[in-house]
Each structure stands twice: as structure tokens, then as C-alpha cells.
């Protein structure tokens, strides 16, 4: 039987308490993704948060604090079979125990280690690449990151900022981080029309652009290496590269 969820770290919890306590899952999906399989029939598991609690302190107690990072980690990433490869992590580590990260020769959890990794330094860049615009008293940023990692920046940035209002919007999921002075919150947010910058901010970005090309040294420029540390995909977003 394949199961179907909501979309939330905590519907995905309660499937895998249902492959536990119910029905073994053939296949774990995404409700409004999910195509038709014969050889499967589905079932909508309602998300329920005292079942995804115990899954959630079982993976804990039962594997370690690095296989719940990596369970998340997993389910923010990109990977269109992320939930798949959750499920089969999960048994392999209720299995295994706490050795289970230490498996590196293993194909599932050198798939595993490899797209937590990619989310892990998406998120490290972003702490970096991120640039703020002052609109209205209140800090924006937009971003387009390949991985869901809005969650990972809000501690962060609102530590940093702990004064100010900001909002951090995901473009490509429609949705953003709200932070008022140390409280943040993640909620959909969707504009159709360019945020219009005031003359004070245009002349910010315009010193900004100044200093950024007479500070580098023509000589040591090394392009490559700046696409790696920087990758192109994200440049739309920083003034000093438009």
C-alpha cells in the first residue's frame, strides 16, 4: 500500500508510524504529485501530530540525533524520492541503531549522506550570499534556493538581526520567513509585482557596486573559483552582480 501526505514534516512522521503500527508502506508520496500505481492502491494518512511526536523522540532514542538531522535534512532537500529514501533510512536505522551513519560503503546511506550534505551547504552559502533591501522600515531579501531551507535560516538571521523586521522570501516555493524582532514564523506569501526600492536604497546598492569593483585586484580574479564558491544561479539576487 502506498501512502499519502500532506506535504508536512509531521504527515511524514505519521506515515511512518503507520507503516509500524498499521500497514507496511510499499511507498511513501506526496498528496496532489502522487501518479496512479497498479500494483499499489494509496491511502491519505491525515497528519497527526501525537503520532509524529513518537516517531519523532523514537528517532532520537532509537538511532541518534544525527539520523533525526538527516531525516529532516532529507525532507527539506530537493530529492524526488525523498520520502522513499527516508522510509528505507528509518528501517535500515531502527534496525541498526546509532551505527547507522557509520555504514559510508552502503549505497542508501552514502545517497542519504550526499543530499543532506547539498542542503547542509546550500544553507552555509546562503548564510553568506543573502542581501537585505531596507523597504518601509523592514529588511527584504529574495531567494531561490534549490533546497527548502528557509527553516534553517531563521535562527540564524533572526539572532543577527534580533532589532529589525525582515521578511525572507522563497520565490520559487511562494512562501516566507517572517521575523519581528527575534520572533519568526514561516507562512505562503506570493507578489506578482517587483518590490519598488526607495532612492535611499538605490544609492546604497549603487556605493555597494562602487566598492565591490575597484576593491577586487584585476590580477588575482579567478572566475571558477568564484562560481564555485558562488554558483551562477544565484547572482540574479546579488546587486553586486546585476
Same mark, same amino acid.
Request: glycine share 4%; with cysteine.
Given at each position: 500500500? %502506498? ?11 505519521? !506515515? ?35 503520532? /509524529? ?10 538511532? /541518534?540525533?544525527?539520523?533525526? &538531522? ?6 527539506? /532537500? %530537493?530529492? #524526488?524520492?525523498?520520502? %522513499? *529514501? ?11 541503531? @546509532? ?16 543530499? $543532506? ?5 546550500? !544553507?552555509?552559502?546562503?548564510?553568506? *550570499? ?7 522600515? $523592514? ?41 519581528? &524582532? ?5 507562512? /505562503?506569501?506570493?507578489?506578482?509585482? %517587483?518590490? &519598488?526600492?526607495?532612492?535611499?536604497? !538605490? ?5 555597494? &557596486? ?16 568564484? @562560481?564555485? #564558491? ?13
Amino acid at each position: 500500500m %502506498n501512502y499519502l501526505y500532506d506535504g508536512s514534516f509531521e504527515g511524514l512522521l505519521t !506515515c511512518i508510524y503507520e507503516h509500524y503500527y498499521m500497514k507496511k508502506a510499499a511507498g511513501i508520496y506526496m498528496k496532489g504529485q502522487y501518479q496512479s500505481d497498479l500494483f499499489h492502491v494509496c491511502k491519505e494518512i491525515a497528519t497527526d501530530l501525537e503520532k /509524529s511526536e513518537k516517531v519523532y523522540q523514537a528517532i532520537m532514542k532509537k538511532i /541518534s540525533q544525527q539520523a533525526l &538531522k538527516n531525516t529532516y535534512h532529507l525532507y527539506l /532537500s %530537493n530529492s #524526488y524520492e525523498k520520502e %522513499n *529514501l527516508i522510509l528505507k533510512y528509518l528501517i535500515r536505522g531502527f534496525k541498526t541503531g @546509532k551505527s547507522i551513519d557509520e555504514l559510508h560503503s552502503d549505497e542508501l546511506i552514502h545517497q542519504v549522506h550526499l543530499i $543532506t550534505k547539498r542542503v547542509s551547504l546550500e !544553507c552555509h552559502r546562503f548564510l553568506g *550570499l543573502l542581501r537585505f533591501s531596507d523597504i518601509n522600515d $523592514t529588511l527584504y531579501s529574495e531567494i531561490e534556493p534549490d533546497h527548502d531551507i528557509l527553516v534553517l535560516l531563521g535562527d540564524h538571521f533572526s539572532d543577527r538581526l534580533k532589532n529589525q523586521n525582515f521578511i525572507i522570501h522563497d520565490k520559487k516555493r511562494k512562501k516566507a520567513l517572517w521575523s519581528k &524582532k527575534g520572533d519568526w514564523l514561516i507562512s /505562503s506569501f506570493d507578489i506578482q509585482e %517587483n518590490i &519598488k526600492l526607495s532612492h535611499q536604497e !538605490c544609492a546604497y546598492r549603487d556605493l555597494w &557596486k562602487h566598492y565591490y569593483k575597484h576593491i577586487a585586484i584585476e590580477g588575482r580574479k579567478n572566475n571558477r573559483l568564484r @562560481k564555485q #564558491y558562488m554558483p551562477t544561479r544565484y547572482w540574479k539576487h546579488l546587486p553586486e552582480m546585476r
